[in-house]
């Protein structure tokens, strides 16, 4: 599961039953200025299908090519723990490398890198 927090902005142009009550206090639904906040939402792999999945990989391998094909070129390299950093500089929802190598040192019951 990713944690994914973006900030949104609502306009004041329909409040809904909120217009009536603005109105009897002589307020300009107009005059409002548009509400900001941040919105916090899980995702998990699982509610998306896979060629949604492909989609936005591909969109972000568009995107970010340079990122892609770096992290392509370290893994290649065998530079397993750099590929990592940078994935996590670039995915920070991630869990960081120390983390993730943690939790493999424990599955094998050794350490699996340098």
Same mark, same amino acid.
């Given at each position: 599961?990713?944690?994914?927090?973006?900030?949104?902005?609502?306009?004041?142009?329909?409040?809904?039953?909120?217009?009536?009550?603005?109105?009897?206090?002589?307020?300009?639904? $107009?005059?409002?200025?548009?509400?900001?906040?941040?919105?916090?939402?899980?995702?998990?792999?699982?509610?998306?299908?896979?060629?949604?999945?492909?989609?936005?990989?591909?969109?972000?391998?568009?995107? $970010?090519?340079?990122?892609?094909?770096?992290?392509?070129?370290?893994?290649?390299?065998?530079?397993?723990?750099?590929?990592?950093?940078?994935?996590?500089?670039?995915?920070?929802?991630?869990?960081?490398?120390?983390?993730?190598?943690?939790?493999?040192?424990?599955?094998?019951?050794?350490?699996?890198?340098?």
């Amino acid at each position: 599961m990713a944690k994914f927090t973006r900030p949104i902005s609502v306009e004041a142009t329909d409040l809904g039953p909120l217009t009536s009550a603005l109105d009897a206090l002589h307020i300009d639904l $107009n005059t409002l200025p548009d509400a900001e906040t941040e919105v916090e939402f899980d995702v998990r792999i699982e509610e998306f299908g896979e060629q949604a999945i492909i989609k936005a990989f591909l969109n972000v391998a568009e995107s $970010n090519g340079n990122v892609i094909q770096h992290v392509y070129r370290l893994l290649a390299e065998g530079n397993a723990a750099e590929a990592m950093d940078e994935l996590y500089r670039f995915m920070p929802w991630l869990a960081p490398p120390s983390t993730e190598m943690a939790i493999a040192d424990l599955i094998c019951g050794d350490r699996i890198r340098d």
